[in-house]
């Protein structure tokens, strides 16, 4: 059967770190660094990338548009 | 047998499904972090891009956090005086009619100096998009009360909460312009959502499109947020702007066009 996979690439320079793309997400793709990135901002990471379907929602919440998604039918 | 996939089979060109619009510039936005300016800032972006109309937008900064506005989207953009941007966008309308002019505001500029122009201008009916972010709160100069403060609210000037007796009742300019003959198409939405944003994308793209056509003027309200000046983390500030702010703003159109 077909399957969307997805997968994110974050900014992380760019990123502070507002969670809110953690809480968008709907299968817990990211979470936020304990490191802190040239900002000093803890920093928004894929910790569970497997589980990334491409569904957009965490770049479509980033207030900063530092998400970019892609997606393909597997 | 899909686990054999890996991130360098998907992240390629012929994948991608979002990134930042090609309107938006390379200025890193001096918004704090989760503040919906910016999320609007994106959604407005990706409409000019996608209905094609970069050269022929002009856009109204007012004065508040958004004021710098101009720094982000790559279209035309004029500076009003405080609350005055409706007058500008009228006067810019009328000598380029064939132009998309919108005002982007906040409650402090839109609801309180600038009441006047906002209502005169929605019920002149002119052909004009206003964008109003309710954050319910004077964010740049830190975070006084607005009309728009509900209440209870605590604010730098509320310390305790509003008190409508002593301070009156919070203005509900979006009811308020729903009921001008001029304005053809009001609605109220947020941003904090992956869906609300979509909704209120859409919501902006109707309103270019009306504007196409000289329906009259266009008026979305986006319920914001204002972490710094509400002193909540951002994904607090969303919660809290659920539980409070929507009960009394509550989400929805205020007046559709008859199809
Ligand atoms: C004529 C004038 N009066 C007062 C000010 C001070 N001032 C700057 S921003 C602002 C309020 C902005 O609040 P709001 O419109 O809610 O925007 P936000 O910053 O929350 O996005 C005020 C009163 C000013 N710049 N000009
Ligand atoms: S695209 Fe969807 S599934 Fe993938 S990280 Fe973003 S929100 Fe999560
Ligand atoms: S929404 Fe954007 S800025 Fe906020 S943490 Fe996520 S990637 Fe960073
Ligand atoms: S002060 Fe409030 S409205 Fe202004 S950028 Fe910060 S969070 Fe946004």
Known sequence: MAKLKGAIVIDKELCKGCGVCVTACPTEVIALSSEVNGKGYNYAEAVNMDACTGCTNCAVVCPDGVITVYRMKV | ?259
Request: with cysteine; hydrophobic share 35%; proline share 5%.
């Open chain 2, 1 to 259: 047998m899909t686990d054999n996939i890996n991130i360098q089979d998907i992240v390629k060109t012929e994948n991608l499904v979002h990134k930042k619009s090609s309107v938006m510039t390379e200025n890193t936005m001096h918004y704090c972090p989760g503040c919906g300016h910016g999320t609007t800032h994106q959604i407005v972006a990706e409409v000019i891009e996608e209905m094609g109309i970069q050269q022929d937008t002009i856009g109204i900064t007012p004065v508040g956090c958004s004021v710098l506005m101009y720094n982000y989207l790559d279209i035309d953009m004029q500076e009003a005086a405080h609350g005055r941007a409706p007058a500008l966008a009228t006067a810019i309308k009328r000598l380029l009619p064939e132009k998309f002019v919108f005002t982007y505001q906040g409650d402090g500029d839109l609801a309180a100096i600038g009441t006047a122009e906002t209502i005169h201008s929605c019920n002149r009916g002119e052909n004009i998009l206003i964008i109003f972010i309710n954050n319910g709160i004077y964010g740049m100069t830190g975070g006084q009360m607005a009309p728009t403060t509900i209440e209870g609210m605590k604010s730098s000037t509320t310390p305790y909460g509003r008190d409508v007796k002593l301070m009156g009742n919070p203005l509900k300019m979006t009811d308020i312009v729903a009921t001008l003959p001029g304005t053809y198409y009001v609605t109220r939405q947020s941003v904090h959502k992956p869906g609300n944003v979509r909704k209120t994308k859409k919501a902006i793209r109707k309103a270019f499109e009306y504007q196409k056509l000289n329906k009259g003027t266009c008026f979305i309200e986006i319920v914001s947020n204002c972490p710094s000046g509400w002193k909540m983390t951002p994904v607090e500030s969303n919660e809290w702007m659920e539980q409070n702010m929507f009960p009394f703003y509550p989400l929805g159109d205020f007046k559709v066009p008859e199809e």
